[in-house]
């Protein structure tokens, strides 16, 4: 079975969007809704996720970025979360294909360690691992409270995510780990220098999960452009759809025009 891509929106401008951590692309409808006059869209259901659960893939940036490189035209490439790890591994390989990189509550590291203070609690990645083994349904939705943590209407934010994370049917549990696996161990923050793309990196003022100045960090490093939003937390396309559409003005701006 192959990967999961819906296609949507009707706009001359290209993009995929890759969703985070136990999602699946569902969740980005409020920003499909936002962009699907400017935009076609190509939103991934990763690897056991959605209706990709039984694809076989594993969840490993590169093999992920390829074959969602095999089935869209090239374009600008979103990711949320985890999925951030997903699109900027393309933009610095295949920059071919990925012809801008916006980064949503995303970064080249998600642990927090000794030379890198803006990360998350590595425990937290660990227990949440752990926890996994033994309660899934509960582990989801701890990691769930987090992700609405910070905006402006928490329990929104929380009713909304725990509705669409089963709406495809649950995500693999062996996904599940190997995703845990992903955010304690990856590191590209060596690489940001290399990327060859246009680049904006947005944050929520209020995320609990990528602190802000992890984004503002990464996005000098490669010269992209850092836009906070004021009053969201780590899924800022629940509630602030239209502010991120905004972000990605320039982006896809100049993708159609290089000059």
Same mark, same amino acid.
Not at 98 to 108: F, H, R
Not at 205 to 222: F, H, I, K, T
């Given at each position: 079975?192959?990967?999961?891509?819906?296609?949507l929106? @009707?706009?001359?401008?290209?993009?995929?969007?890759? @969703?985070?951590?136990?999602?699946?692309?569902?969740?980005?409808?409020?920003?499909?809704?936002?962009?699907?006059?400017?935009?076609?869209?190509?939103?991934?259901?990763?690897?056991?996720?959605? @209706?990709?659960?039984?694809?076989g893939?594993?969840?490993?940036?590169?093999?992920?970025?390829?074959?969602?490189?095999?089935?869209?035209?090239? %374009?600008?490439?979103?990711?949320?979360?985890?999925?951030?790890?997903?699109?900027?591994?393309?933009?610095?390989?295949?920059?071919?294909?990925?012809?801008?990189? +916006?980064?949503?509550?995303?970064?080249?590291?998600f642990?927090?360690?000794?030379?890198?203070?803006?990360?998350?609690?590595?425990?937290?990645?660990?227990?949440? %691992?752990?926890?996994?083994?033994?309660d899934?349904?509960?582990?989801?939705?701890?990691? !769930?409270?987090?992700?609405?943590?910070?905006?402006?209407?928490?329990? +929104?934010?929380l009713?909304?995510?725990?509705?669409?994370?089963? %709406?495809?049917?649950?995500?693999?549990?062996?996904?599940?780990?190997?995703?845990?696996?992903?955010?304690?161990?990856?590191?590209?923050?060596?690489?940001?220098?290399?990327?060859?793309?246009?680049?904006?990196?947005?944050?929520?003022?209020?995320?609990r999960?990528?602190?802000? /100045? +992890?984004? /503002?960090w990464?996005?000098?490093?490669?010269?992209?452009?850092?836009?906070?939003?004021?009053?969201?937390?780590?899924?800022?396309?629940?509630?602030? +759809?239209?502010?991120?559409?905004?972000? !990605?003005?320039?982006?896809s701006?100049?993708m159609?025009?290089?000059?």
């Amino acid at each position: 079975m192959t990967l999961h891509i819906d296609q949507l929106g @009707h706009g001359p401008q290209p993009l995929v969007l890759i @969703h985070g951590w136990a999602m699946h692309g569902g969740v980005f409808a409020p920003l499909v809704q936002a962009l699907a006059e400017r935009c076609t869209l190509y939103v991934a259901d990763l690897p056991g996720h959605g @209706h990709s659960r039984h694809c076989g893939l594993p969840l490993e940036p590169h093999v992920v970025a390829d074959a969602i490189a095999r089935a869209t035209p090239p %374009a600008p490439w979103l990711g949320w979360s985890l999925g951030g790890l997903v699109a900027l591994a393309a933009a610095l390989d295949l920059p071919g294909q990925v012809q801008g990189l +916006a980064m949503l509550c995303a970064t080249p590291k998600f642990v927090r360690g000794a030379d890198w203070p803006h990360g998350s609690d590595g425990t937290l990645v660990h227990q949440l %691992a752990l926890d996994l083994e033994t309660d899934y349904r509960a582990t989801l939705e701890r990691f !769930l409270a987090l992700e609405a943590m910070g905006s402006d209407d928490p329990k +929104a934010g929380l009713r909304r995510l725990r509705a669409d994370v089963f %709406a495809r049917g649950e995500p693999e549990l062996r996904v599940l780990q190997e995703g845990i696996v992903l955010l304690e161990r990856s590191d590209l923050r060596a690489r940001l220098a290399q990327l060859a793309v246009p680049s904006v990196w947005i944050a929520g003022r209020r995320d609990r999960l990528v602190p802000p /100045a +992890a984004m /503002a960090w990464s996005a000098a490093q490669c010269g992209g452009r850092f836009v906070e939003i004021p009053h969201a937390g780590h899924a800022p396309f629940i509630g602030h +759809a239209d502010a991120v559409a905004a972000a !990605l003005a320039p982006l896809s701006v100049s993708m159609e025009d290089p000059a």
